[in-house]
């Protein structure tokens, strides 16, 4: 059982920056994979960038170059370093966690709003 507790969000204008923050609690050495998520009304859910055990990262296409997703072990706590801030990024952002043997567990995510 892992449980995720993010944190970070809120309102910023356009070209700003936010740092979002999941802590992983539980069986946190089971956890092989987290990753964040985010869906805006009207839109897909989609990935926005995820990190594993090894530390390979990965981003959206249209938050490469401006996010950058992080980890700190001793924290149990995984980041999203948000820079340059679109209008189009504005989206609930939701953690996830992904288990070795690929249980998913979701946080309850938090609302990031951009204004132009």
């Known amino acids: 059982q892992v449980q995720l507790v993010e944190s970070g969000g809120g309102l910023v204008q356009a070209g700003g920056s936010l740092r979002l923050s999941c802590a992983a609690s539980?069986?946190?050495?089971?956890?092989?994979?987290m990753g964040w998520y985010r869906q805006a009304p009207g839109k897909q859910r989609e990935l926005v960038a995820f990190i594993t055990s090894d530390g390979i990262t990965n981003y959206a296409a249209s938050v490469k170059g401006r996010f950058t997703i992080s980890r700190d072990s001793a924290k149990n706590t995984v980041y999203l370093q948000m820079n340059s801030l679109k209008p189009e990024d504005a989206a609930v952002y939701s953690c996830n966690a992904i288990s070795y043997s690929l249980d998913s567990y979701w946080g309850q995510g938090t609302q990031v709003t951009v204004s132009s």
């Open positions: 539980g069986n946190i050495f089971s956890i092989n994979v």
